[in-house]
């Protein structure tokens, strides 16, 4: 395999494994997956732990993609932010790896530290949304953007977790609707 595609490969192919291994997986298996060399896989990420969370950053990459896409500002600010949601949970239904990331994962050193950044550019980016609703007249001003924003990604966040833990998951419009629920009595709109 020629290098420049082996990052891109070893990565995907641990991120099979991890799916596989609901939520763990061997060097080796990867290695195999990959159809390269242990010691070409360090080194690219130096560690198992670095490959780690190379496939957290990648979801969250992905995940990012789809929550901060660029938005029609023409449309009001409830249509849009329904659609932006919908969009997102569609998001965490599909991607396999999203219960793993998002649920137990979360917990390990390496792939804490990944989400611990995202969460504050995501905190970040709903407080300016939710300004944006405001400024828009969706949203009362007493609401404090600040507390409001990060609100609903937690909520967005624990409330898909619960219904991925589900056996079956209930579905997902029912799962958006109520977000879309939640959401809206957080920021009073």
Known sequence: MPKASAAPAILKAAQACLIDGDGTFEMRDVTDRAGVSEGLVYHYYKSKAG??????????????????????RDVPWLEREAARLRDMVDFLYEDPLARLVIGGLSRLPEAARTEAEYRRDIAERSVRNVRSGQDQGFIPDWVDAEMAGPATIGAMNQVVMQALSADPPPPRDAVT???????????AA
């Not at 969370?53 to 896409?69: E, H, K, S």
């Not at 609707?177 to 920021?187: D, G, K, P, Q, T």
């Open 51 to 72: 490959l780690l969370a190379a496939i957290v950053t990648d979801f969250y990459a992905r995940y990012g993609a789809v929550a901060n896409r660029h938005v029609d």
């Open 177 to 187: 609707s109520e977000l879309w629920r939640i959401i809206r009595a957080i920021v």
